[in-house]
């Protein structure tokens, strides 16, 4: 079996990158291999292209030690790990066109005894159908020791640097050995526990991680649209709730965002359609948790405006997918904000984002949107909706009293008797 001394990290994005980084600053020889030139150079510059705590210092460690190194074509070595992204197409199946051409990239590479690791976020199945690519390439290497090994990671934005090295670690195999050899190579880094279990059982154990979640959060945003018909305060009944011994429910918000929790539930609606109901059932939810918010927002304008006679200004209060971050994908709030810009075009929608500098993309061009502060946002609204709480809106709540106020995440629930 063949010693694992040089590592193609495929895939140099938010999870490769760092796992790249952390095995290079553990002494393994890491070759990165990403279709980006910006990227590619950035890595060999010794810098990074996106922002995450630490990990700056750990790339530029690793490149000036001569362990890390990047370039567009997959090189030959040792092990393989793919973590390329898996976005889902139209109907919610998922894509695995990335992962199969990080295969095919990799397939011309092989000698017979290498290990191949699938990280990236798979269906059922996907690390077998990984395989079939690249016998499908290399016919002959069935015959061979090829190892194939699905590790999902479960890292939290943020914090990945820490994470990586601290969280327990399922490392699925096609085989024992496989496994145990997949296991070799984490624990040049992992400290924490690293369970052993087949690569099937190991795609779903993310799935389902992050599915819980999901289920969780749509429990929560569920009770906050029945007790918005029933008159009670959700987040008070949570809290109230929550003193039970063995109930932990989580917070309503304005739906899910980000690439992790909005997507990974669809892969399993997709491998069993008519079996995933409650997770299905969740994803709807959650999903429909924007337009309840929308509606609240019109049911408000049409009350200033029989009160006033006059269109109404509406300040939306932070644009990312969950607070003190300034990552925007997939994010409910932002996609909240446009819908209210198309929807109210004869009204001022105020935005007020702390973490950005301009307009998103989304909301550019749209004559009667502006990014402006927090102070001013409010001031001006007839209309106050919360979207994010950042920690920079924790004390807007008096000053937004007495006017038109939809929290819709509580933050704000002592002072101005906000609704879900
Ligand atoms: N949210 C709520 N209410 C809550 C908790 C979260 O509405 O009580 C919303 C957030 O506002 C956000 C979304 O859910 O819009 C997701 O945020 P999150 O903090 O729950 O999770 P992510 O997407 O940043 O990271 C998740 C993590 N998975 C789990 O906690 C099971 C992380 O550990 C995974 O590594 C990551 O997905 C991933 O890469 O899959």
């Not at 299905?280 to 509606?295: F, H, L, S, T």
């Amino acid at each position: 079996m063949k010693k694992i001394e040089t590592v193609a990290v495929i895939g140099l994005g938010y999870i490769g990158l760092p796992t790249a980084a952390i095995l290079a600053e553990n002494g393994v020889k890491v070759l990165g291999v990403d279709v980006s030139d910006r990227t590619v150079d950035a890595v060999n510059a010794g810098t990074v292209p996106f922002v995450e705590p630490d990990l700056a210092d750990f790339v530029a460690r690793a490149v000036e030690k001569g362990l890390l190194s990047a370039s567009k074509e997959t090189p030959a070595a040792d092990a393989y790990i793919v973590a390329v992204p898996t976005p889902f197409k139209d109907g919610h199946s998922p894509d695995l066109g990335y992962i199969e051409a990080a295969a095919r990239g990799l397939a011309p590479q092989l000698t017979g005894d290498e290990l191949v690791i699938l990280e990236s976020t798979s269906p059922p199945g996907a690390t077998e159908h990984m395989a079939e690519v690249i016998y499908a390439a290399r016919p002959e290497l069935r015959e061979a020791e090829l190892d194939f090994a699905h590790c999902p990671e479960r890292v939290l934005p943020g914090r990945v640097m820490v994470e990586l090295v601290t969280n327990d670690r399922i490392v699925g195999g096609s085989t024992r050995r496989a496994a145990q050899r997949a296991k070799e190579l984490y624990e040049t880094f992992c400290e924490g526990e690293i369970l052993l279990t087949d690569t099937r059982t190991a795609e779903m154990a993310k799935l389902v991680e992050n599915s819980f979640r999901d289920v969780n959060i749509a429990f929560a945003n569920e009770l906050s649209v029945i007790c918005a018909e029933q008159g009670i305060d959700v987040w008070e009944l949570i809290e109230l709730a929550n003193h039970h011994p063995r109930v932990n429910i989580l917070q309503p918000g304005p739906g899910v965002g980000g690439h992790c929790i909005a997507v990974d539930p669809w892969f399993i609606v997709d491998a069993a359609p008519q079996t995933a109901r409650i997770i299905r059932a969740a994803r709807e939810i959650n999903d429909g948790k924007p337009q309840w918010v929308i509606d609240q927002v019109k049911a408000a304008a049409f009350d200033v405006q029989q009160e006033t006679g006059r269109t109404p200004v509406v300040a939306a209060l932070g644009l990312a997918f969950k607070p003190n971050i300034d990552d925007l994908r997939e994010s409910p709030a932002l996609n909240i904000a446009a819908d209210l810009a198309d929807q109210f075009s004869g009204s001022e929608v105020l935005v007020v984002e702390p973490n950005v500098e301009e307009l998103p993309a989304k909301l550019q061009g749209k004559a009667n949107v502006r990014l402006v502060g927090a102070d001013e946002a409010v001031e001006a609204a007839d209309i106050v909706l919360l979207l994010v709480d950042h920690d920079a809106f924790a004390d807007l709540g008096e000053k937004a009293a007495g006017k038109r106020v939809i929290d819709t995440r509580g933050q704000w629930r002592a002072e101005a008797g906000a609704s879900a």
